[in-house]
């Protein structure tokens, strides 16, 4: 009968077999040594000399005896008197999978990540990914929001600029989606409440460890706030709901990357754009007319140190800086958003304009095409209650979380500039 690796130690004594892939080998001659991968973990299997060792990365069975092992990583191995070869690995793996380090030359991780990606700190983003994304929906779930699933082929591009990648969809130009944006917000119109986990594209021709052409967009969009603020505050909970799901449900994945756990007041400080850029200033870094990385990374260290926290919303931001949906207010400022992770912009977000000519006037006024909108401007001709949402960029989210050095490692296949295999 199979068993998991993980459940070994509650089977001391017993007959079991594992099931896996042959992780690494050693003939000491008199002895052989092997280690073997299942879903949940590896365990070390003790055989007779004499026999000949499938490569590694074959799919094996191993039947043995379970002991109690000081040496052995986990405390346990399996004592058994031969592997049985269900499917064999006809080639050596490109690179040692039990030696994977993020040291090892990123190009071939990435150029071989369909094997790559069986280390166990490869895959162990991916898995504490997928629980924070559980987290996300469970959360959202439980507020009274609907899954939605919107359309990834659009007529126009929501977050303007030049970075849309262009369809050819039967003749006609049309685009990849850069974000759920106005589907999410006409969907309030139906459900109040609504999330969509779903992946989004951005043509931009950056290469920088923190950029990718393709993304998984964790989008949420509410109805009847008062503010930003309503909105902010869902968020601050959600993200608690998120790390809390990944803490209970990848707790190991976690521990064998060495993840520092995020510092997470249970209100996250609010900083106005121009406070921020007057921190930045005073720091001594350098930057444009916006807030930069460098910008970004200084804010998260300052407020980390000063403030022990490692989430800062960054509020108040000026029109010029802000898409075009974004709800104005006072003094030539908006009422949308950043939320900095540990130096880095995750998020996105704010309230949004609901009263059609005003966003006309927002689209003149950016010299963007009103025309390309028209059917977005429609639907708040029937009726839209003040609303408001944002985005979490899941792969920046895992990276900042685990400290992984490139958001890339964050991604099963990530496209970019010069990769669209494997
Ligand atoms: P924005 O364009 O800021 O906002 O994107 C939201 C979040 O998505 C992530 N992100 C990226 N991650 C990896 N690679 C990229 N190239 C990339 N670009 C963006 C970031 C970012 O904070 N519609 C708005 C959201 C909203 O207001 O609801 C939007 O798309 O984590």
Do not use: C
């Not at 594992?18 to 050693?26: E, F, S, T």
């Not at 058994?80 to 040291?103: C, M």
């Not at 929001?145 to 003749?171: C, H, M, Q, R, W």
């Not at 003149?364 to 003040?386: C, H, L, N, S």
Request: zero cysteines.
């Amino acid at each position: 009968m199979r068993v998991l690796v993980r459940d070994l130690p509650e089977r001391e004594g017993e007959e079991v077999e594992v099931w896996g892939w042959l992780h690494w080998r050693r003939d000491l001659g008199g002895v052989q040594f092997a280690l073997v991968r299942d879903r949940t973990g590896v365990v070390q299997v003790v055989l007779p000399g004499g026999g000949r060792l499938p490569l590694q990365e074959s799919v094996v069975r191993a039947r043995g005896r379970v002991v109690r092992s000081e040496k052995a990583p986990g405390g346990y191995e399996l004592h058994s008197p031969g592997l049985t070869l269900v499917a064999p690995a006809e080639k050596p793996s490109p690179v040692e999978i039990p030696k994977e380090e993020w040291r090892a030359n990123p190009e071939t991780l990435l150029t071989y990540r369909y094997v790559t990606l069986r280390g166990e700190k490869a895959r162990a983003p991916l898995k504490i990914q997928a629980a924070l994304v559980r987290g996300f929906r469970r959360y959202l779930d439980e507020q009274g929001f609907t899954e939605i699933f919107t359309p990834k082929i659009v007529k126009a591009g929501a977050e303007g600029g030049s970075n849309l990648f262009e369809v050819d969809y039967f003749g006609e130009p049309a685009f990849l989606a850069q974000s759920p944006q106005l589907y999410k917000q006409i969907m309030v119109g139906v459900y109040e409440r609504v999330y969509e986990v779903a992946p989004v594209w951005r043509a931009e021709e950056h290469a920088t460890s923190r950029h990718l052409n393709e993304y998984l967009s964790l989008d949420v969009e509410m109805g009847f706030i008062e503010s930003e603020e309503d909105v902010m505050a869902l968020e601050e909970e959600l993200i608690q709901a998120m790390l809390e799901e990944a803490r209970t449900h990848a707790s190991r994945e976690i521990e064998l990357l060495g993840a520092e756990w995020p510092k997470t007041p249970r209100t996250f400080p609010r900083v106005p754009y121009a406070e921020a850029k007057r921190i930045v200033k005073e720091l001594g870094v350098g930057m444009g007319a916006d807030l930069n990385d460098a910008a970004e990374r200084a804010l998260g260290e300052y407020f980390a140190e000063k403030y022990g926290t490692d989430f800062v919303f960054v509020v108040d931001y000026p029109e010029e800086v802000r898409p075009f949906y974004t709800m104005p207010k006072e003094g030539g400022l908006t009422r949308g958003y950043d939320l900095l992770f540990r130096g880095l912009e995750i998020t996105s977000g704010g309230q949004r304009i609901h009263q059609p000519e005003r966003i006309v006037q927002q689209l003149k006024k950016k010299k963007m095409d009103v025309e390309a909108f028209r059917d977005y401007i429609e639907v708040f001709r029937y009726g839209m209650p003040p609303h408001g949402g944002f985005a979490i960029g899941a792969e920046r989210f895992t990276q900042k979380l685990l400290g992984l050095p490139n958001v890339r490692y964050a991604r099963a296949f990530p496209r970019d500039r010069h990769r669209v295999t494997p």
